[in-house]
């Protein structure tokens, strides 16, 4: 006991390893940085307390980038040169991401994708040209698929496929399509909503009107109104897709639910909070912080366990010698499978399907 706590003080007044994130701390979203923030605490309370790396605390280096692509490279930049990061997580932002990934590239350090869902950074990644560029959070064409897959083991046939406006919705709706087709089901409506579609009962009828088996949505600020015309619609064809359970179920009255008009609703998720497999990350974050963990707070404490994982294999904190393990890296996932990463640096977790059980959301499968 005495020399583990001799260890372990010694330890504390090393020179810090030293992690960079790279995340949105101010404006609008940054209660999503901090999210971020909250994730990384956790897994860093978790490596010092086992004793560090290399025989030193382990530390994080922020660097605000306010969603804003130049505040992005300059925060970054500063990380990478003045703070001699080892690795940088980020950066939340998609503008921000794209911004600093041939920045990353030049500098030679590692930068872990961790809540940037975007297929284009997977296109870019390892073969696709940048080797430092590492994606964890599956993309928008893997949650596409594993939807599909779970859809097709229910020998469903035909989709019609509904989503909000804006870039991210539409992405997901091309994605949905393309693996529905490639599954060879049908798709009998691909609606991108415009900001003034606001007739939904008019929507309703006209995806009856193409009888698909499901109808697969990707909404946001829509889920509301959308639930409330399929509740008066008197359709019954199951909803899944990107959903909102608890906002759907909040939508539509107590009386159809009660009936069972929910029974069937199903979603796919990259992350669930009440998910037995995540249950004891869950409690600690709970326990730190007093709030329900997002994907972004489990994504960030995962990459921040990576990156502390890679160092400790490689013996080193130069950011080559974390390049080279990560790229060897077979690092495990609480959802299942390894950090395992492909020719374009993405690693491949289990997708979750969700369902309504007692009117309330419950991991139902994975694929």
């Known amino acids: 006991m005495i020399v583990a706590a001799l260890f372990v003080t010694a330890a504390q007044a090393a020179e810090p390893v030293r992690i960079g994130i790279t995340t949105v701390l101010s ?46 490279l300059a925060e970054t930049k500063r990380l990478v040169e003045m703070e001699k990061v080892s690795a940088v997580i980020g950066a939340l932002a998609t503008p921000v991401t794209k911004a600093i990934m041939p920045m990353m590239m030049e500098a030679k350090v590692p930068l872990i994708i961790a809540t940037s869902a975007g297929q284009e950074f997977v296109d870019a990644s390892g073969v696709g040209g940048n080797q430092y560029a ?30 909000d406006a804006g870039a991210y919705a539409h992405a997901n709706l091309v994605a949905m399509a393309e693996a529905a087709k490639a599954a060879g089901m049908k798709v009998t409506d691909a609606v991108d909503l415009a900001e003034k579609d606001n007739d939904f009962p008019a929507l309703m009828g006209k995806l009856k009107a193409g009888a698909p088996e499901r109808v697969i ?142 009117t309330k959301q419950v991991v139902i499968a994975k694929e």
């Open 217 to 358: 949505t990707i909404l946001g600020g829509s889920t509301g109104a959308f639930f409330k015309a399929y509740e008066a619609s008197g359709w019954s064809v199951p909803i899944t897709g990107r959903v909102n359970i608890p906002g759907a179920m909040a939508a539509v009255s107590p009386d159809f639910v009660k009936a069972g008009g929910l029974a069937k609703l199903t979603g796919v998720a990259v992350f669930v909070a009440d998910d037995p497999a995540v249950a004891k990350f869950s409690q600690a974050y709970h326990a730190h912080t007093g709030l329900v963990p997002t994907q972004r707070s489990f994504y960030v404490y995962e990459a921040t366990l990576l990156v502390a994982d890679a160092i400790k294999r490689a013996h080193s904190d130069k950011p080559d010698a974390v390049w080279k393990a990560l790229k060897a890296n077979k690092f495990p996932s609480m959802l299942g499978g390894t950090y395992a990463f492909d020719d374009h640096n993405h690693s491949h977790t289990p997708l979750l399907i969700v369902g309504v059980k007692d």
């Open 27 to 72: 404006g609008p979203n940054a209660d999503r940085g901090q999210q971020e923030h909250y994730g990384s605490q956790l897994a860093l309370d978790r490596i010092n307390q086992s004793g560090g790396l290399l025989g030193r605390p382990v530390e994080a280096f922020y660097g605000d980038n306010a969603a804003k692509p130049p505040q992005g």
């Open 134 to 163: 590492f994606k964890t959070i599956p993309s928008q064409v893997d949650i596409a698929k594993g939807l599909i897959k779970y859809l097709a083991g229910q020998k469903v046939m035909s989709v019609a496929v509904v989503a």
